[in-house]
């Protein structure tokens, strides 16, 4: 199946198989591996990619139902060599230790701000219910969060 | 050395790893793609225990895009069988299959959907054979044995007296004794006895296992790994394939987690068969299902009593432990004896006897996971420290603070004497969490600690060359896993040369590059590899010095390194003007090796810790007394940590470690029945979310730079976790007065605890 | 990893239940997939013809009317951020956030909630208190079953194969009325869901709860209304309701059929019944005087 898309900024078309995850499209065809594949049930966010701006498991979402969408991972986060706020902040906050959840933190963290400018510590928690990092004890990454919310605002 | 302020060590710098984290540019293991790669899948037993008694793989084979499929019947062009501590593990099942989800074939194909099409087309006849899961079926008189053959000694030095009894599941017992128990508990004032439980729990480090892997004529085998040791990565599969260790490279990018899941050989032996029938590099990546079918932590029952005398002086211990290995012994054997080594934890007690086995069962094998067997006695311990202080009368802290080990005392004959504060530890702890306040009526206090040995002896090899420009390269095989490794050995080398630390590159472990480093784990890294970077770039520094000295013809003692150069009393030398010096050209390079091997020594296993691991922990807790369900509102982490080279990324470890330690305390344990793991994937099995984690949770240091490592610092990562179920379940008690043994604290553990009370 | 399937993406109800006709078994109706998918992933299913029914026109509407007419394709997300949601059954909007994690609510769909029927539904529990009635398309036309006749059991509905669900009704509550919904365990999904809506009739002192609705997820084979519990505090005055309280729980706890599983323990589920159906309790009646109670409890999700 045709499927065009445009990822990061830049487009793409794509001629997928029915049943081609959009992970491994992202990963495989695009050779965009900063999304992880961890628990494989949408219980993780490793695998986290933002479909016109809303979060997806791109581990459990056929590729074709990206058609005509605009997607961002985790490599279109920065503009240029420049961070985002996001980035900036989960570096200096030490939110990121192995680094496989990080992504799709950043990407969840990211969906978050676009819904709301000034989250709460609760509704971070409220939306990182699917998120889960085994590394850090999270206290890092919800303040990273509320740094960047600041910063951007 | 002169006392020059640090520069860089101590400061809470971001990790040198982060940007590229940060933007999804690291590349792990499952992230790399070969030219010709071909994918592997494997096949895996749906019994916990049964008669192999036919593989058929012709019709895989038979397939079109199938590049190898492999049986472990033909696996006789190599040695079939791994594993550290007995080679009891084949790489796929050998006429037996001794937990659901070994695995029994495999597959290397062009695609994963052939792969996956090609499992369809394998044929295995099973003969189900009745399965021993828990303890006490294991240890039953004339239970099925998960193995019946002679056990082969694995690859460790200090497990050459390994202890089976034969007839038995036993496949390791460990027995460490000193004065006398027994008697000492005849005469004590207060003797107290329990049986504690602790569960299979799963590491989950986020990455799930991965291995590619390649032959060449010339290189031999090359394996990128998930590997948290990649040196016993590379003994394994030397002896499985008969080729010299240099002829086997083991590569580790990054690594997405490890907890102690990524040490020893697990799919690595696999892949490299594969690789090796396909003649094609291979990709091995498991799922999180598959992982939990790889490696757990150990479950554990342990028997502990101890005796007090009436002024709350602690006399005796004695345990007696039973770990649940799983059906490959994997480090289990080391696990258990190391553990039960410290049983005593923190404390000075003058007679101990203790005990312990390690039994096969038809599960998961269980390994090494973060606190390598020491939270299983720790739960045990600290749990029964505070039943005494309750029955003598006694404060649980003052107890703890009356029978710690001192600073400088002997931990046992021949050992390193304890180098470390634990009343330092324990003040902070107590103060930081308010315990000599009165707590809000619905919560509870508690406090526990932890002792924690290294794993000795053991060797660390480091190389550490400047370059023309100033810049340096770090050798070093200790594992970024994301406690920050990469970022610490970078710093101790930028503080001993002087340089920016963004002039530091420490290099990806590689077996064919970066020198000798036993393995990431026991908290080493910091302590030995570290030295051993640290030692190297004194090495570099020395020819440093000679070398201008000699140009200049000026004593040593008057040259000093600052920013990039040497300084003599009239000039400044930046290290290009050295190397120019040296070499008469630009080219070159200054080398410097470090090497850390303290080697055997009179301790009791061996070898004398590195360092001790110290810690405190303290809760508070709510409960929900209709429900059971317990919330940890406020955690208080004290690590004694002799110095902390980089705080921030200390405290996340520590953090990491306090969060981590509440999934087993609270949520996790692998659930069987029938022989049947019941919540293998994350769907089922439930580890802690953001919510999970306490709403205030403080991680502090004790930095008395004591510490045998770099710059008076020790290890750390560990302790944080161990004293967190103690903390907790004695938060609880103190709360509710019911004292539970079994963990997690499920609420519906902790309602039944309270109702029984009512 | 997925094995191949075709795709099918009709545009109508008529062409998709064509389809569905045609292919009979080897065809699965396809929303978000958060189940589906899922399944297939773990190979326990393998349909070789997926019907996609997001692009059927209509089924992802939400309509006002003296019922509120949900699509199937309606997403947890956009439920939980509809203003007529939020308008007209405000409790639907704030359980649909808290509906398994941000990606499966913004993907998966109210229709695929109900039709997968699985026992661990918030959204069937729920919705048996608004009188729910599934709107059900077949090449043979319409058909409107309650909710109640619908959930068969575990994984099971009143579904034929070329049938697909295409919206669900609810009946909006009457002002005045508080409702509370709970949920409660440490598991992906929830091992207790309670709903409970009521009035006040009458003024101060003398109000007396009216049209009391109690509906129990998790804890039996398929959610249900619990007549029993009602009955209970029917009519009761308000000033009175702590004497019936514990007599509601007691018979909400009979009322249920819990099994030992991963969850806990049979017993364990029925004491949770009783004791999250008084909580759920207050907080409704606490709403229908119009105030708000703090109620926050572990591991439990008050809606
Ligand atoms: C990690 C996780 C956590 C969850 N937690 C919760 C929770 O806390 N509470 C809760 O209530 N739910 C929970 N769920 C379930 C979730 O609500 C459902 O997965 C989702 O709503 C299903 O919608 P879908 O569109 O993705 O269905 P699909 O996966 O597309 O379909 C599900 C089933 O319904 C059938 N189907 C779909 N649409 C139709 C239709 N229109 N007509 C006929 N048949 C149809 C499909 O054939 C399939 O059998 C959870 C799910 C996951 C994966
Ligand atoms: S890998 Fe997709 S959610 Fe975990
Ligand atoms: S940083 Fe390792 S899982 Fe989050």
Same mark, same amino acid.
């Given at each position: 199946?045709?499927?065009?898309?445009?990822?990061?900024?830049?487009?793409?078309?794509?001629?997928?198989?029915?049943?081609?995850?959009?992970?491994?499209?992202?990963?495989?065809?695009?050779?965009?591996?900063?999304?992880?594949?961890?628990?494989?049930?949408?219980?993780?966010?490793?695998?986290?990619?933002?479909?016109?701006?809303?979060?997806?498991?791109?581990?459990?979402?056929?590729?074709?139902?990206?058609?005509?969408?605009?997607?961002?991972?985790?490599?279109?986060?920065?503009?240029?060599?420049?961070?985002?706020?996001?980035?900036?902040?989960?570096?200096?906050?030490?939110?990121?230790?192995?680094?496989?959840?990080?992504?799709?933190?950043?990407?969840?963290?990211?969906?978050?701000?676009?819904?709301?400018?000034?989250?709460?510590?609760?509704?971070?928690?409220?939306?990182?219910?699917?998120?889960?990092?085994?590394?850090?004890?999270?206290?890092?990454?919800?303040?990273?969060?509320?740094?960047?919310?600041?910063?951007?605002? | 050395?002169?006392? !020059?302020?640090?520069?860089?060590?101590?400061?809470?710098?971001?990790?040198?790893?982060?940007?590229?984290?940060?933007?999804?540019?690291?590349?792990?293991?499952?992230?790399?793609?070969?030219?010709?790669?071909?994918?592997?899948?494997?096949?895996?037993?749906?019994?916990?225990?049964?008669?192999? !008694?036919?593989?058929?793989?012709?019709?895989?084979?038979?397939?079109?895009?199938?590049?190898?499929?492999?049986?472990?019947?033909?696996?006789?062009?190599?040695?079939?069988?791994?594993?550290?501590?007995?080679?009891?593990?084949?790489?796929?099942?050998?006429?037996?299959?001794?937990?659901?989800?070994?695995?029994?074939?495999?597959?290397?194909?062009?695609?994963?959907?052939?792969?996956?099409?090609?499992?369809?087309?394998?044929?295995?006849?099973?003969?189900?054979?009745?399965?021993?899961?828990?303890?006490?079926?294991?240890?039953?008189?004339?239970?099925?044995?998960?193995?019946?053959?002679? =056990?082969?000694?694995?690859?460790?030095?200090?497990?050459?007296?390994?202890? =089976?009894?034969?007839?038995?599941?036993?496949?390791?017992?460990?027995?460490?004794?000193?004065?006398?128990?027994?008697?000492?508990?005849?005469?004590?004032?207060?003797?107290?006895?329990?049986?504690?439980?602790?569960?299979?729990? #799963?590491?989950?480090?986020?990455?799930?296992?991965?291995?590619?892997?390649?032959?060449?004529?010339?290189?031999?085998?090359?394996?990128?790994?998930? $590997?948290?040791?990649?040196?016993?990565?590379?003994?394994?599969?030397?002896?499985?394939?008969?080729?010299?260790?240099?002829?086997?490279?083991?590569?580790? =990018?990054?690594?997405?987690?490890?907890?102690?899941?990524?040490?020893?050989?697990?799919?690595?032996?696999?892949?490299?068969?594969?690789?090796?029938?396909?003649?094609?590099?291979?990709?091995?990546? *498991?799922?999180?299902? +598959?992982?939990?079918?790889?490696?757990?932590?150990?479950?554990?029952?342990?028997? &502990?009593?101890?005796?007090?005398?009436?002024?709350?002086?602690?006399?005796?211990?004695?345990?007696? %432990?039973?770990? @649940?290995?799983?059906?490959?012994?994997?480090?289990?054997?080391?696990?258990?004896?190391?553990?039960?080594?410290?049983?005593?934890?923190?404390?000075?007690?003058?007679?101990?006897?203790?005990?312990?086995?390690?039994?096969?069962?038809?599960?998961?094998?269980?390994?090494?996971?973060?606190?390598?067997?020491?939270?299983?006695?720790?739960?045990?311990?600290? $749990?029964? &420290?505070?039943?005494?202080?309750?029955?003598?009368?006694?404060?649980?802290?003052?107890?703890?603070?009356?029978?710690?080990?001192?600073?400088?005392?002997?931990? %046992?004959?021949?050992?390193? =004497?304890?180098?470390?504060?634990?009343?330092? $530890?324990?003040?902070?702890?107590?103060?930081?969490?308010?315990?000599?306040? %009165?707590?809000?009526?619905?919560?509870?206090?508690?406090?526990?600690?932890?002792?924690?040995?290294?794993?000795?002896?053991?060797?660390? +090899?480091?190389?550490?060359?400047?370059?023309?420009?100033?810049?340096?390269?770090?050798?070093? $095989?200790?594992?970024?896993?994301?406690?920050?490794?990469?970022?610490?050995?970078? #710093?101790?080398?930028?503080?001993?040369?002087?340089?920016?630390?963004?002039?530091?590159?420490?290099?990806?472990?590689?077996?064919?590059?970066?020198?000798?480093?036993?393995?990431?784990?026991?908290?080493?890294?910091?302590?030995?590899?570290?030295?051993?970077?640290?030692?190297?770039?004194?090495?570099?520094?020395?020819?440093?010095?000679?070398?201008?000295?000699?140009?200049?013809?000026?004593?040593?003692?008057?040259?000093?390194?600052?920013?990039?150069?040497?300084?003599?009393?009239?000039? !400044?030398?930046?290290?290009?003007?050295?190397?120019?010096?040296?070499?008469?050209?630009?080219?070159?390079?200054?080398?410097?090796?470090?090497?850390? *091997?303290?080697?055997?020594?009179?301790?009791?296993?061996?070898?004398?810790?590195?360092?001790?691991?110290?810690?405190?922990?303290?809760?508070?807790?709510?409960?929900?007394?209709?429900?059971?369900?317990?919330?940890?509102?406020?955690?208080?982490?004290?690590?004694?940590?002799?110095?902390?080279?980089?705080?921030?990324?200390?405290?996340? #470890? @520590?953090?990491?470690?306090?969060?981590?330690?509440?999934?087993?305390?609270?949520?996790?344990?692998?659930?069987?029945?029938?022989?049947?793991?019941?919540?293998?994937?994350?769907?089922?099995?439930?580890?802690?979310?953001?919510?999970?984690?306490?709403?205030?949770?403080?991680?502090?240091? &004790?930095?008395?730079?004591?510490?045998?490592?770099?710059?008076? %610092?020790?290890?750390?990562?560990?302790?944080?976790?161990?004293?967190?179920?103690?903390?907790?379940?004695?938060?609880?008690?103190?709360?509710?007065?019911?004292?539970?043994?079994?963990?997690?604290?499920?609420?519906? !553990?902790?309602?039944?605890?309270?109702?029984?009370?009512? | 990893?997925?094995?191949?399937?075709?795709?099918?993406?009709?545009?109508?109800?008529?062409?998709?239940?064509?389809?569905?006709?045609?292919?009979?078994?080897?065809?699965?109706?396809?929303?978000?997939?958060?189940?589906?998918?899922?399944?297939?992933?773990?190979?326990?299913?393998?349909?070789?013809?997926?019907?996609?029914?997001?692009?059927?026109?209509?089924?992802?509407?939400?309509?006002?009317?003296?019922?509120?007419?949900?699509?199937?394709?309606?997403?947890?997300?956009?439920?939980?951020?509809?203003?007529?949601?939020?308008?007209?059954?405000?409790?639907?909007?704030?359980?649909?956030?808290?509906?398994?994690?941000?990606?499966?609510?913004?993907?998966?769909?109210?229709?695929?909630?109900?039709?997968?029927?699985?026992?661990?539904?918030?959204?069937?529990?729920?919705?048996?208190?608004?009188?729910?009635?599934?709107?059900?398309?077949?090449?043979?036309?319409?058909?409107?079953?309650?909710?109640?006749?619908?959930?068969?059991?575990?994984?099971?509905?009143?579904?034929?194969?070329?049938?697909?669900?295409?919206?669900?009704?609810?009946?909006?509550?009457?002002?005045?009325?508080?409702?509370?919904?709970?949920?409660?365990?440490?598991?992906?999904?929830?091992?207790?869901?309670?709903?409970?809506?009521?009035?006040?009739?009458?003024?101060?002192?003398?109000?007396?709860?009216?049209?009391?609705?109690?509906?129990?997820?998790?804890?039996?084979?398929?959610?249900?209304?619990?007549?029993? /519990?009602? /009955?209970?505090?029917?009519?009761?005055?308000?000033?009175?309701?702590?004497?019936?309280?514990?007599?509601?729980?007691?018979?909400?706890?009979?009322?249920?059929?819990?099994?030992?599983?991963?969850?806990?323990?049979?017993?364990?589920?029925?004491?949770?019944?009783?004791?999250?159906?008084?909580?759920?309790?207050?907080?409704?009646?606490?709403?229908?005087?119009?105030?708000?109670?703090?109620?926050?409890?572990?591991?439990?999700?008050? /809606?």
């Amino acid at each position: 199946m045709n499927l065009t898309m445009v990822v990061n900024g830049s487009s793409h078309e794509l001629d997928v198989a029915p049943h081609s995850l959009l992970l491994d499209v992202l990963r495989d065809s695009l050779d965009l591996k900063g999304a992880k594949r961890s628990c494989d049930t949408q219980v993780c966010g490793a695998c986290t990619v933002l479909v016109d701006g809303q979060a997806v498991s791109a581990c459990t979402y056929l590729a074709v139902e990206a058609d005509g969408c605009s997607l961002l991972t985790v490599e279109g986060l920065a503009d240029g060599e420049a961070l985002d706020p996001l980035q900036r902040a989960f570096l200096d906050a030490g939110a990121v230790q192995c680094g496989f959840c990080t992504s799709g933190m950043l990407l969840t963290a990211r969906a978050l701000l676009r819904e709301n400018a000034a989250p709460s510590r609760e509704d971070i928690l409220h939306y990182l219910r699917g998120s889960l990092c085994r590394c850090t004890g999270y206290r890092k990454i919800v303040e990273a969060i509320m740094t960047a919310a600041r910063t951007t605002r | 050395m002169s006392a !020059r302020p640090l520069r860089v060590v101590g400061r809470p710098v971001p990790r040198v790893d982060g940007l590229e984290k940060v933007t999804g540019r690291a590349r792990y293991v499952t992230d790399l793609v070969l030219p010709g790669m071909a994918h592997a899948r494997v096949m895996r037993s749906p019994y916990a225990h049964a008669r192999v !008694r036919r593989v058929d793989v012709t019709r895989a084979r038979a397939l079109t895009g199938v590049l190898a499929a492999l049986s472990g019947a033909e696996l006789t062009w190599c040695e079939p069988y791994y594993g550290p501590a007995y080679r009891d593990r084949p790489v796929l099942a050998i006429d037996v299959a001794r937990y659901e989800g070994e695995p029994v074939a495999a597959v290397a194909a062009v695609d994963e959907a052939t792969a996956d099409a090609a499992l369809d087309l394998i044929e295995v006849d099973y003969e189900p054979l009745p399965p021993v899961i828990t303890l006490e079926e294991a240890l039953a008189a004339g239970a099925p044995l998960v193995h019946t053959g002679k =056990p082969q000694a694995g690859i460790f030095a200090d497990l050459s007296t390994l202890r =089976p009894e034969p007839g038995t599941n036993i496949c390791h017992q460990f027995h460490f004794a000193r004065g006398d128990s027994a008697g000492a508990l005849a005469s004590a004032d207060l003797v107290l006895d329990d049986t504690y439980r602790f569960p299979p729990v #799963q590491h989950y480090a986020m990455e799930p296992h991965a291995a590619v892997a390649v032959w060449s004529e010339t290189d031999g085998l090359t394996i990128w790994a998930s $590997s948290q040791n990649p040196y016993s990565v590379r003994v394994e599969l030397a002896k499985m394939f008969d080729v010299p260790l240099a002829r086997i490279r083991v590569v580790v =990018p990054h690594l997405g987690g490890g907890f102690g899941s990524k040490t020893y050989a697990k799919l690595e032996p696999l892949a490299a068969a594969l690789a090796r029938a396909a003649g094609r590099p291979v990709r091995l990546a *498991a799922s999180v299902a +598959e992982a939990f079918q790889t490696v757990r932590r150990c479950a554990a029952r342990v028997h &502990v009593r101890v005796g007090f005398r009436r002024d709350g002086l602690l006399v005796a211990v004695e345990c007696d %432990a039973d770990y @649940d290995v799983g059906a490959y012994a994997d480090i289990g054997p080391r696990v258990v004896q190391k553990a039960t080594y410290t049983a005593t934890g923190p404390y000075r007690v003058p007679h101990v006897e203790l005990a312990a086995r390690a039994v096969y069962t038809n599960t998961t094998p269980g390994g090494a996971f973060r606190g390598f067997g020491v939270p299983q006695l720790a739960w045990a311990l600290e $749990s029964l &420290v505070d039943a005494a202080a309750d029955r003598l009368g006694r404060d649980p802290v003052e107890l703890r603070r009356q029978n710690f080990l001192a600073h400088g005392e002997e931990f %046992a004959p021949g050992d390193t =004497p304890i180098d470390g504060k634990l009343e330092e $530890s324990l003040s902070r702890a107590a103060e930081a969490i308010g315990w000599t306040r %009165a707590s809000a009526a619905d919560r509870g206090r508690g406090v526990a600690a932890m002792l924690k040995a290294s794993v000795a002896p053991s060797v660390s +090899e480091a190389i550490v060359r400047l370059h023309t420009d100033g810049s340096v390269s770090v050798l070093a $095989s200790a594992v970024e896993m994301g406690q920050g490794t990469r970022t610490v050995l970078a #710093q101790i080398a930028a503080e001993v040369l002087c340089v920016p630390l963004a002039r530091v590159t420490v290099v990806q472990p590689d077996t064919a590059v970066t020198p000798y480093d036993q393995t990431t784990s026991s908290s080493r890294s910091t302590t030995m590899t570290g030295r051993a970077v640290q030692v190297a770039s004194e090495d570099v520094r020395e020819q440093l010095l000679r070398i201008t000295a000699e140009a200049l013809g000026v004593a040593t003692r008057d040259l000093t390194l600052d920013e990039g150069a040497v300084v003599a009393p009239a000039r !400044r030398l930046p290290y290009a003007e050295v190397l120019l010096l040296r070499f008469g050209m630009s080219g070159g390079e200054l080398i410097g090796r470090g090497v850390i *091997a303290p080697g055997r020594t009179a301790a009791p296993l061996g070898g004398s810790t590195p360092f001790w691991e110290m810690a405190v922990g303290a809760a508070e807790v709510s409960v929900d007394e209709e429900t059971g369900a317990v919330r940890v509102e406020r955690y208080v982490s004290v690590a004694d940590v002799g110095r902390a080279v980089n705080p921030l990324l200390l405290e996340g #470890q @520590d953090e990491g470690g306090v969060v981590q330690g509440l999934g087993h305390t609270l949520l996790e344990e692998m659930l069987y029945a029938d022989g049947h793991l019941l919540n293998g994937t994350l769907l089922l099995y439930r580890v802690p979310r953001a919510d999970d984690a306490p709403p205030a949770l403080e991680c502090h240091f &004790v930095e008395n730079a004591d510490g045998s490592g770099p710059f008076g %610092a020790k290890g750390a990562g560990e302790g944080s976790l161990i004293p967190v179920s103690p903390a907790v379940a004695n938060a609880l008690a103190r709360l509710t007065g019911v004292r539970l043994r079994d963990l997690p604290l499920t609420p519906e !553990r902790v309602w039944r605890a309270l109702r029984a009370r009512r | 990893m997925l094995r191949p399937f075709t795709l099918h993406r009709p545009e109508t109800a008529e062409d998709a239940c064509a389809l569905l006709a045609t292919l009979g078994e080897d065809a699965a109706p396809y929303a978000g997939g958060t189940e589906l998918l899922l399944l297939m992933k773990l190979g326990l299913l393998r349909p070789p013809h997926l019907v996609d029914v997001k692009r059927i026109a209509g089924f992802g509407d939400i309509a006002d009317g003296t019922r509120l007419t949900i699509g199937a394709t309606v997403t947890h997300r956009t439920l939980e951020r509809s203003p007529l949601v939020r308008a007209r059954c405000p409790l639907v909007a704030s359980v649909a956030r808290h509906v398994a994690n941000v990606r499966v609510r913004n993907v998966g769909t109210v229709g695929g909630n109900l039709a997968f029927a699985d026992p661990h539904s918030d959204l069937a529990t729920l919705f048996l208190t608004l009188d729910a009635t599934v709107e059900l398309v077949s090449p043979r036309g319409r058909r409107e079953l309650s909710l109640a006749e619908f959930v068969r059991g575990p994984w099971e509905t009143a579904r034929r194969p070329d049938e697909l669900l295409a919206s669900v009704r609810l009946s909006p509550w009457p002002t005045g009325t508080g409702a509370a919904y709970v949920k409660f365990g440490v598991h992906e999904r929830p091992t207790l869901g309670i709903a409970v809506a009521l009035r006040l009739d009458g003024a101060g002192e003398r109000a007396r709860v009216a049209d009391a609705r109690v509906a129990i997820g998790c804890v039996s084979p398929r959610p249900m209304r619990v007549e029993a /519990a009602e /009955a209970r505090v029917n009519g009761v005055a308000e000033a009175e309701l702590g004497d019936v309280t514990g007599a509601m729980a007691d018979a909400a706890a009979e009322s249920v059929d819990p099994a030992d599983d991963l969850h806990g323990s049979a017993e364990y589920k029925r004491e949770m019944v009783a004791v999250f159906v008084r909580r759920a309790l207050r907080v409704a009646v606490a709403r229908a005087r119009g105030a708000e109670l703090s109620a926050s409890f572990p591991h439990a999700v008050v /809606a």
